[in-house]
């Protein structure tokens, strides 16, 4: 079964350093989100992502995120200055046009110091 | 997006069944429910949806009443593998983002 896969598992760094984190969709997925869960709290809506550009975004999503599709198989978010409050869980999702089923990754934890 | 209220959290034995209720008294007339289930440390997975009255499929059964203000996820004789966080959402066709609450805290004991 196709799955939506992310890299890194783990990425750590240090405060005010940019972070690239990286997402394969399911292949014939035209919908591409990122979410973040910060530890013990509840998933969050970032952005969506459709045709090549940002369908929607989030509060949470200000001028240190930035998406990207730079070919035919990955999405990226990237953070240009992280801050400590962004650590937490982040999530890509993926769908088809045919319905709205998300399918999610399994996240890369990101601890900012 | 429709409002969706569900318990913290319940606890279950293995071997039962276990019904998740989530009341969503504002639904909309093109909202279908959707639960999601997730593991620690693991991204949201999609368990079932329905619109109204009664689905299945390998995992779960979906019941909606006629006024579809309500709905209950039923997962038959859980094992310790279904403890995880339930999450129901109602989602318009085509709506991109997806609203979670804090859903319920499912914990199976042996």
């Known amino acids: 079964e196709p799955e939506v896969t992310q890299t890194p598992s783990h990425q750590v760094t240090q405060m005010g350093q940019e972070v690239i984190l990286r997402c394969v969709p399911i292949?014939?997925?035209?919908?591409f989100y990122w979410y973040r869960q910060i530890l013990g709290q509840k998933v969050e809506f970032l952005v969506s992502f459709y045709n090549n550009e940002i369908s929607e975004k989030s509060e949470i999503f200000d001028d240190q995120f930035s998406v990207e599709r730079p070919d035919g198989s990955n999405f990226t978010l990237k953070i240009r200055s992280t801050k400590l409050e962004d650590s937490a869980m982040y999530f890509c999702?993926?769908?088809?046009?045919?319905?709205?089923?998300?399918?999610f990754g399994p996240g890369t934890r990101l601890t900012v110091l | 997006l429709a409002k969706t209220t569900q318990p913290i959290s319940m606890d279950s034995y293995e071997g039962q069944e276990v019904n998740i209720t989530c009341s969503h008294n504002?639904?909309?007339?093109?909202?279908?429910i959707t639960w999601y289930q997730q593991f620690p440390s693991q991204g949201p997975r999609f368990i079932i949806q329905?619109?109204?009255t009664k689905v299945t499929n390998e995992v779960a059964s979906l019941f909606i009443p006629a006024d579809r203000k309500s709905s209950t996820l039923s997962l038959p004789r859980v094992s310790l593998s279904d403890t995880a966080v339930y999450y129901c959402?109602?989602?318009?066709?085509?709506?991109?983002?997806?609203?979670f609450g804090a859903g319920t805290r499912l914990a199976v004991h042996p």
């Open positions: 999702a993926s769908r088809t046009y045919a319905t709205d089923t998300q399918y």
């Open positions: 292949s014939n997925h035209l919908y």
């Open positions: 329905g619109y109204k």
């Open positions: 504002n639904i909309a007339t093109n909202d279908y």
């Open positions: 959402l109602a989602l318009s066709g085509g709506y991109n983002k997806l609203i």
